[in-house]
């Protein structure tokens, strides 16, 4: 099932003056994409897909570089004077919060990072899914993008859907 959009509106931004949000849904997922400006004729927009990370988003952790990420898009996005920004709703790799937590407390009790602590609790490593992103990105005409990521599987999945992705 494609996405539908279920809202749009222009929001006042902390760093970048103004943008568009638009809101779609999936089957069982949301995504809010925030748009900044136009990229100037023939050139692809600057994309970030981030996926929800409450413990560096919400309650400020320095365990997680999820935040920074996004900050350092929102300062791409001044510098170039456009960029689309996909959130999602895939805290914890895909997995929820619940196992985000449970890796976290194996993390400390084990001294282990994210991808064993998923490893040795059974979980799959990355569940995270994007055609979500690619659908808003139809949505919105945008076929070609500058993607700002450190995550192959991002790189891969945007590509196998038919994203021209530099």
């Not at 994409?33 to 023939?42: A, K, N």
């Not at 560096?56 to 996005?77: I, W």
Request: charged residues 25%; contains cysteine.
């Amino acid at each position: 099932m494609k996405a539908k959009k279920v809202a749009s509106h222009t929001l006042p931004h902390r760093f970048l003056h103004e943008g568009t949000v638009s809101v779609y849904e999936g089957e069982s997922d949301t995504a809010l994409v925030f748009q900044y400006g136009e990229p100037p004729t023939g050139q692809a927009i600057t994309l970030r897909i981030q996926s929800a990370c409450a413990y560096a988003e919400v309650l400020l952790s320095t365990a997680c570089d999820c935040r920074d990420q996004l900050e350092e898009a929102y300062r791409v996005f001044a510098k170039r004077r456009s960029g689309l920004l996909i959130y999602l709703d895939q805290e914890g790799r895909g997995a929820g919060l619940a196992a985000k937590a449970m890796a976290y407390q194996l993390e400390q009790d084990k001294a282990t990072d994210t991808v064993e602590a998923y490893r040795r609790l059974g979980i799959p490593v990355d569940q995270r899914d994007y055609g979500l992103a690619v659908d808003g990105l139809e949505d919105l005409g945008i076929d070609r993008a500058v993607l700002l990521t450190n995550n192959t599987n991002k790189l891969d999945q945007l590509r196998g859907r038919g994203l021209d992705v530099i």
